[in-house]
Structures are given as C-alpha cells and as structure tokens.
C-alpha cells in the first residue's frame, strides 16, 4: 500500500510543482495580465501549493505511521497561512506570486527536513514563526524612520563589529569560524549583517551623489570582506563583493569600474586560493571527487549519486537515502530534493528560484525611492547569488562554498535575513512614504 501511495505521488507532486511553475513564467513574460486573471492564476498557485503539501506529508505518514506528522502539517499550514495574510496587508500593492514562491519554498523546507529529522522540522517551524514576528517587526520600524539612510554609518559599524566578534571568538565549522552559541542557540551574524551591509551600501550611494558616495561604499564593502575572509568564510564574502560589484554598477553604470572591481575579485579570489588549505581541498573535491571519495570528495560524491539515482521523476518520498549525505538539511538539501523528487522538479525549483529574483528586480526598478530601490536590488542579487552558489555546490557546476539554499535550507539566521529581506523587497514601495508621514494609498 505504502509503495502504490508512494509511486503515484510521484506523478501528482510533479503535476503541482510543473503548473505552479509555468505559472510563473507566464507572470514574468506576460506581466500585462488583467487584475482578475492575475487573481486566478495567483490563486491556482496557491492551491498548488497546498496540495504539494498535503500530498508529500500524507506519503510521510504513511511510510512513517506518526501522527505528529499530520499534526505538524496543520500548524505548517497555519503558519503559511498567517504569512500570506500578514504580506497581503502589510505590502501595497502586494505581489502574490511572489508570496506564492516565497510559500512553496518553505513547504520544500518542511518536508525535505521533516523527511529527514522530524525535530528539525518542530524547529524550523519556529524559526520561520520566529522570522515572522521579528520580519513584521522590522517593517513597522523602518516605517518610523523617515531618511534612513542617514543612519549609515551606524550600519557599517554594527555590521563590521559583529563580523569582527565572530572573526576571534566564533566556533570552527568547516574550517571557518561562522557562528556562536546563546544557552544552546547557534548563531550566524554574516546572515544577519547582509542586510546592514545593503542599507550602508545604498545609504553611501543615495547621501553622496558624486564620487566620495563609491569611494565610502567600497571602503566600507573592503572592509567587510576582509573581515569576513580574516574568518575563512569566503562563501559570505564572495556574496558581500558581487552584491557590491552590483550596486555600483546600478548606481553609478560606470564600465572601467565594473572592470577594475572584477579584476580586483579575480586578483582577491587567488590570493585566497593560496592562502586557504580548506579553500584548495574543496577544489580538489571539485576537480575529481571520486579519487579523494573516502575523505574530501565524499560529500559532493554522495550528493552526484543522489541525483543520479532519482533520474527524472525521483525515487519518491522516503525511498531515497539522503543520509547519507553529510550535513544534507542545510548545505546540501538540494540533492535530497533532487534525488526523491526528481530532476524535473529540481529542474523547476531552479526556475522558480530565477522568477524569483526577477520579481524582487522588478520590485527594485519600479520604486519611486532611490534608497530602497537599491537596498531591494541588493536583495534581489544576494537572493539569486546565494541560490547559484549553493545549487552550483551540489551538482559539481562550481566548487562548494558552503552558502545555504534561501527559504529551504535548515537554519535560523539564513531564514531569518531571508525573510525580513523579503518584508522589505515586499514592502518597499510603501515603506519611504509612511515614514515621510504619507498616506499608504497616495
């Protein structure tokens, strides 16, 4: 019984993810859809989502017979539920296939984690409830602020001190010191000092219009890569130098320095190779993995033979064995995605992925407010960088960095940014207004 359920649910939950996605291709090359048909096709998006959800969670009680499967379910979907609700109202106007991405995103989450541990699904769960609160949070104080960006001196330094801590007491994972732990909570700042780092960038560019604006922001960029590679986590610094590489050329189109700032990266990138024993094995496990399988190449091997063996349609839910791959629920939860899902699915989470960061493009380019426009370009780029990187990591396309995958990855502090990113990319249009004392609708 368990079987039949098992392999038609390959069937059904490929049919959902391949509406949802031509959906969202439709709405980002055919974006002069009428109001009500919009409304449709957003609302046909949601069902699919709902019944992805419903039916990989009945396929994972059944395999597994624990009804705090179904339970967690429930309260799964109350949280996707309070979430649309809250960007629905915050946002305006709000985009709901944007929402509906951000939705289908966390239910990859839920049940590719709880797949693998339900406890960290419990716990993901409340990071994401935890990420709303302090999402919403946000909003409501960003809309008090009326000029922000004069505040960015107080970004660069709140950001580069928090780096700087975890630089000389933070704990070792993978030989970078990423993170520290509060009564049992692992912290990451380098998640959180993202966004600081964007409203600095934004602040430098908006606050001075001529050249001390790009001579401030690559200062103050300089010093949060340094930082960030004085920690090893050159993952994190290489997503800080592309979002910064992006802002200026946004802002100022400026070819020779788009030219000297690749040529900078390049230079940096070498440096680092050279000097980071672990930054020279990952390239080793990336250049052939099978003749370093039992130690380096382990991981990435695992990952290639997940993929491989769920072909295009996947083993189905619970057939697979993505275990085995080390650290799977953050790093690599792509693969056990791919691998019990299939390539066509992981094929439209990528395309989902790319609809994304166009949408928050568009979200960008369409702000009346410079500031925001690119503080949500930034996101918009860290968004799709961070999704390259990691998704390029597994599949064996560049070499792993270590990054998590947005909204799916187990992890707190990624959920966090993610989601306060989002408020604001959301939110950003309405965002200067109230804070300049106008009305929401003007």
């Known amino acids: 019984m368990v079987s039949v359920i098992t392999s038609f649910s390959r069937i059904t939950i490929l049919s959902y993810i391949i509406i949802f996605t031509i959906i969202d291709l439709l709405q980002i090359f055919e974006p002069k859809f009428s109001e009500a048909v919009s ?50 109202s915050l946002s305006v106007p709000a985009s709901k296939a944007l929402i509906n991405n951000v939705l289908l995103m966390l239910c990859f989450s839920f049940v590719a984690i709880e797949r693998l541990n339900i406890d960290k699904s419990v716990r993901q769960l409340i990071n994401g409830v935890f990420s709303l609160i302090m999402a919403v949070a946000v909003i409501y104080i960003l ?25 000389f007491i933070g704990n070792v994972e993978y030989g970078a010191r990423l993170s520290f732990n509060v009564l049992g909570i692992r912290i990451q700042p380098s998640e959180l000092v993202k966004l600081t780092y964007l409203f600095f960038i934004a602040g430098c560019i908006v ?22 590679v004085h920690s090893k986590d050159l993952g994190t610094a290489l997503i800080f130098l592309v979002a910064y590489v992006f802002l200026t050329f946004i802002a100022y189109k400026n070819y020779i320095l788009l030219g000297l700032e690749i040529g900078g990266a390049i230079v940096g990138g070498i440096i680092a190779f050279n000097a980071f024993p672990h930054i020279q094995t990952r390239f080793v496990a990336w250049l052939d993995p099978l003749s370093v399988v039992d ?28 275990a085995k791959i080390p650290v799977v629920v953050s790093d690599f939860i792509f693969a056990a995605i791919s691998e019990e899902m299939g390539a066509v699915v992981a094929a439209c989470l990528i395309i989902i992925y790319m609809c994304s960061t166009i949408m928050i493009l568009n979200m960008a380019f369409s702000c009346s407010n410079s500031f925001y426009m690119l503080v949500v370009s930034g996101i918009a780029v860290i968004f799709g960088i961070q999704t390259v990187l990691n998704i390029g990591g597994v599949i064996k396309f560049i070499p792993s960095t270590g990054v998590t995958l947005p909204f799916i990855s187990y992890g707190g502090s990624s959920l966090l940014s993610m989601f306060i990113g989002f408020f604001i990319a959301e939110c950003s249009e309405d965002l200067w207004r109230t804070a300049k004392g106008r009305r929401r609708y003007d």
Not at 147 to 156: G, K, T
Not at 207 to 228: C, E, I, M, P
Not at 295 to 312: E, H, K, V
């Open 207 to 228: 606050t001075f219009k001529d050249f001390r604006g790009y001579l401030f922001s690559t200062l103050g960029a300089a010093a949060h890569v340094l930082v960030l």
């Open 295 to 322: 130690n380096q190449g382990y991981q990435i091997s695992q990952s290639l033979f997940a993929i491989g063996t769920g072909s295009w349609l996947g083993s189905g839910i619970n057939n697979g064995m993505p």
């Open 39 to 88: 409304s449709v096709l957003t609302t046909i998006q949601a069902v699919m989502i709902v019944l992805f959800l419903c039916n990989s969670v009945a396929v994972l009680y059944f395999a597994k017979e624990d009804f705090n499967i179904i339970l967690l379910a429930v309260f799964q979907l109350g949280f996707l539920v309070i979430t649309a609700i809250l960007l629905n």
């Open 143 to 167: 809309r008090k602020i009326p000029e922000i960006s004069r505040y960015l001196l107080a970004f660069a330094v709140i950001g580069i001190m928090a780096l700087l801590a975890i630089s």
